[in-house]
């Protein structure tokens, strides 16, 4: 299991646990509206909305990756292509080398 998902799992029962424990009715105001809700409701909405949050930064940082990755593997492609044809054309460069050196020989 990956350390930071351990991690996660450990914050989000620590916030669940506080968010438990401080359960009192509060009264929420937002710009315009007012409401009374659980405090516990407001810590836990507050934490997914932070989770979303981050979720939507890695999103786009892995997108990214993902798009360096492609380009690295068409480059790998590209390369290991361009490698065979030298191969080749090393391999008929030395075969003629070798005909012209028996011809010199003889």
Request: hydrophobic fraction near 50%; avoid cysteine; proline fraction near 0%.
């Amino acid at each position: 299991m990956d350390w930071k998902f351990f991690l996660a799992i450990i914050f989000g029962l620590l916030v669940a646990i506080f968010s438990l424990q401080n359960s009192d009715v509060v009264e929420i105001s937002f710009i315009t509206l007012e409401f009374t809700v659980s405090q516990a409701i407001v810590i836990l909405a507050s934490a997914a909305f932070g989770a979303f949050a981050v979720l939507l930064l890695s999103l786009r940082r892995w997108i990214k990756y993902q798009s360096k990755l492609r380009s690295a593997s068409k480059t790998i492609s590209a390369l290991e292509n361009e490698n065979g044809l030298l191969k080749i054309r090393l391999e008929e460069y030395t075969a003629q080398k070798e005909t012209a050196n028996k011809e010199k020989e003889k």
